[in-house]
Structures are given as C-alpha cells and as structure tokens.
C-alpha cells in the first residue's frame, strides 16, 4: 500500500519543493496552505502521514494537531522554526510523533518520514484490531485508532492520546519533559540513545543548558518507576546512553 501524505504549509515554494521530492520517492501527496483547510481534508481523508507546518494562516499548526488528535492518530511530523523550542516541546507533549527544524536537508526529512511510518505500522499491527480500513468515521472508528496511540513495556502503560502512564493499573504522575523522555525510550525500545540524541528528542535542537540534565531527567523516572514498582527499565550502557530493553 502507497503511503499517502498531506502537506500542509503556507509558504508555497517550500510546499512545492517537498511535493515534487514526495512524489519522486513514490508517495502520494495532497497539499494544503492553511490550516483550516488542512483539519478539514486530514479529518476527511486516512493520511498515511501530515506534514504540518506550525506558522500557518486561519488556524495555526498547534491548533490542527490538537484538534486531529482528539479524533484520529494520524502520525504528524511538525516543521517548525529554528528558535521555536516551546513549539517543539510542546507538539510532541500534543501527541506530534516528530518534528523537522526549518530550513533542514530533504534527506533529514525523507528519513524522518520512513521511521514515522515505519513506527506508526509496526504499532498499528501490534494493536488489537486491523481497523476495517474503511471509510466510514464512526465511534468505533475513533475507539480503534485510540488504541493505537499506545505504548508498553511490561506492566507500564503510556497512552500518548490520553497523556497517562500506568505500571499495574496505578497512575504515574510524571512532567511532561519526563513523560517526552519515557515516550522517546519506548518508542526506540532496544536501541540505546546518546545523551546528546535524547537531549535533542527531549529538550529541542537548541537547548543550551547542560547535557547532565538527561542524567536528571533519568533519575527522576527512575525514582519514579523502577525504585517504586521494583523493575530494572532504564538501563545504562556505560559512555553511550539509555536503553529500555523489550526482556
Ligand atoms: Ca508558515
């Protein structure tokens, strides 16, 4: 099956360009330029993936994120700003499954784009149904699709719609830097990440601060998680970084 990705962004060369390179990689494409127009067809029609732009006329990109969400888990890689590191947190902690930092080299994006949708069908498959597929937007549908917004790892559960996370039923209260964190390590499950790619995921491309506030950051889940439900999750693998291990 074809991917089928929505472009949306306002500035209209830029839209073009990632047009002309999706459809070179064999994607099929819509585009949008504001983000009115952008809700309505990503409401309407199953993209496979959105490409949304934050800055964007009639209804601004954080605004079409959190309305989609409530709905549907379509996979949405932001394109933002070079200095909007709010924008980055906080479209991720919104449910965005990545973002792209303008202006960025299309072969960054490409590459984003094939993790997302790799991610987002291995997490589909791993769901407890095929979803039909249809077209029909029924209640039933949106129940399916939430399923798919979440992660596990033993007895913990993350739901990335509902923004909880539980070990055995019992909530876990964490900030959303930490629940950014935990969510970048479950969704790389078994692949260890450097300090410096977690400071990325987490904290945005320019944060300036320490890269110890990882270390921090891991300790706090850890206090929380492991020390309180007596499991070993986050481990470390000596000068590279963390791991959450699938056994
Ligand atoms: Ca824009």
């Known amino acids: 099956m074809e991917a089928y990705i929505l472009i949306v962004e306002d500035e209209e060369k830029l839209a073009r360009f990632i047009e002309l390179e999706l459809l070179h990689e064999g994607y099929k494409v819509d585009k949008a330029m504001d983000g009115r127009t952008a809700l309505d067809m990503a409401l309407e ?24 969400l409530k709905v549907k888990d379509t996979p949405v890689i932001l394109l933002t700003a070079r200095d909007a590191v709010m924008d980055k947190v906080s479209g991720l902690d919104a449910g ?89 390590l479950l969704e790389n499950m078994d692949i260890v990440l450097s300090r410096d790619t977690l400071l990325e995921r987490v904290c945005g491309y320019d944060y300036l601060g320490e890269t110890n506030v990882i270390d ?32």
């Open 216 to 247: 921090v950051y891991i300790r706090y889940l850890r206090s929380k998680i492991d020390e309180v439900f007596d499991v070993h999750m986050i481990q470390t693998v000596r000068g590279v970084g963390y791991v959450i291990k699938s056994n």
């Open 45 to 68: 029609k199953d993209y496979s993936l959105i490409l949304l732009d934050i800055m964007l006329p009639e209804l601004s990109g954080m605004e079409v994120l959190r309305r989609l």
């Open 96 to 184: 965005a499954v990545d973002y792209i930092t303008k202006p960025f080299a299309i072969e960054e994006l490409l590459a984003r784009i094939r993790v997302a949708l790799k991610h987002h069908i291995a997490s589909s498959a791993a769901g407890l149904t095929g979803n039909g597929g249809g077209t029909a937007s029924g209640i039933s549908d949106a129940r399916d699709l939430k399923e798919e917004g979440i992660l596990k790892w033993k007895e913990l559960e993350m739901s990335i719609p509902k923004h909880t996370v539980t070990y055995a039923g019992h909530s876990i209260d964490l900030t959303n830097r930490e629940f950014v964190m935990l969510r970048v």
